[in-house]
């Protein structure tokens, strides 16, 4: 197991897939057992309406393709997508991931996040966020990272700036947010910029 300077540890000795593990959460591989949570909190509108990769409704077989396809992934020893769950009950609350859309088809790693409605509020969506981050500059060696979000997503862009993002301008994107939005802000850190 390995600390890293920002307190998160990651083991893939003896677990299947990377684990990052922040005070609360833990990063984690999706699990068929957490089939049940995925598409109750990913079906819920006030969440999808905000992922526009994510279909909607959110039915058992859409939930069955994406832990199958993250299973896959963390199979690789270097996955991109997590579970984002609870470290006190190690129950799925969202998931993160930096294979996320990049919005204009750039080949840059993309940060893409969601969290269930019932734990909105308390901080986590940073909490994950930051450890995603980290581990893609300094573990995975990304020399960036983007994000984009739907224009009218203050909370998310509120997250990508605390996690040290900078919004550097906008993105004509190849297909609307579920909201149709067809400009988006667009976010980036580097390696240069990064301070755990």
């Excluded at 919005?103 to 969290?115: I, V």
Aim: net charge neutral.
């Amino acid at each position: 197991m390995e600390r890293s300077s920002t307190g998160q540890t990651s083991a893939s000795a003896g677990v299947p897939g990377v684990v990052i593990e922040t005070g609360r959460l833990r990063m984690r591989l999706l699990r068929d057992g957490d089939l049940g949570d995925l598409v109750s909190l990913i079906n819920n509108w006030e969440v999808a309406r905000w992922v526009s990769s994510v279909p909607h409704p959110y039915t058992e077989f859409d939930g069955r393709e994406w832990v199958t396809r993250v299973q896959q992934d963390h199979a690789t020893g270097r996955p991109r997508s997590f579970a984002i769950a609870s470290k006190e009950t190690d129950r799925l609350i969202g998931g993160v991931g930096l294979d996320g859309s990049t919005g204009d088809d750039s080949e840059e790693p993309a940060l893409g996040y969601w969290l269930g409605e019932p734990h909105w509020g308390n901080g986590y969506a940073r909490e994950a966020v930051a450890a995603v981050i980290d581990y893609g500059l300094r573990t995975l060696g990304m020399p960036t990272i983007r994000a984009y979000t739907d224009p009218s997503n203050l909370a998310s862009q509120k997250v990508l700036l605390r996690c040290g993002l900078k919004k550097i301008g906008e993105i004509d994107l190849v297909k609307p947010t579920r909201l149709g939005a067809r400009r988006a802000p667009l976010f980036r850190i580097s390696q240069r910029e990064f301070s755990p």
